[in-house]
């Protein structure tokens, strides 16, 4: 089993950045990728950036490509997401997840066994 803590959220101008922290625990030997997804208001979660443990490896949703950097220090067993130039649109509840299996599609949030809590972020102009 796998235990993971999300910090960092709060809220920002726009234009501003945050930089979030996921924090795992347990399991986490098990764990080949890690990513994030966020949740609008009143919309369907998506997910945005993922990295792979091993060779460090990023993919990003087009949503966020060039503001958001996700990074990891695996002595810390933990995983950051900087989130630069942020916009309104990115207002959001914020997750980070690890997946069941050893691939981790931001198109496919089943893929995923493990979630945090979540922590909101909130832009605003």
């Known amino acids: 089993q796998v235990h993971l803590v999300e910090s960092g959220g709060g809220s920002a101008q726009v234009g501003g950045s945050l930089r979030l922290s996921c924090s795992a625990s347990g399991a986490t030997y098990d764990n080949p990728c890690m990513a994030w997804f966020r949740q609008a208001p009143g919309k369907a979660r998506e997910g945005i950036a993922a990295?792979?443990?091993?060779?460090?490896?990023?993919s990003y949703a087009n949503s966020v490509a060039g503001r958001f950097t996700i990074s990891q220090d695996n002595a810390k067993n933990t995983v950051y997401l900087q989130m630069d130039s942020l916009e309104p649109k990115d207002t959001g509840t914020y997750f980070c997840?690890?997946?069941?299996?050893?691939?981790?599609?931001?198109?496919?949030?089943?893929?995923?066994?493990?979630w945090g809590q979540g922590t909101q972020v909130t832009v605003s102009s």
């Open positions: 997840a690890a997946p069941s299996g050893r691939l981790c599609w931001l198109t496919d949030e089943t893929e995923y066994r493990h």
């Open positions: 990295i792979y443990s091993e060779n460090g490896v990023t």
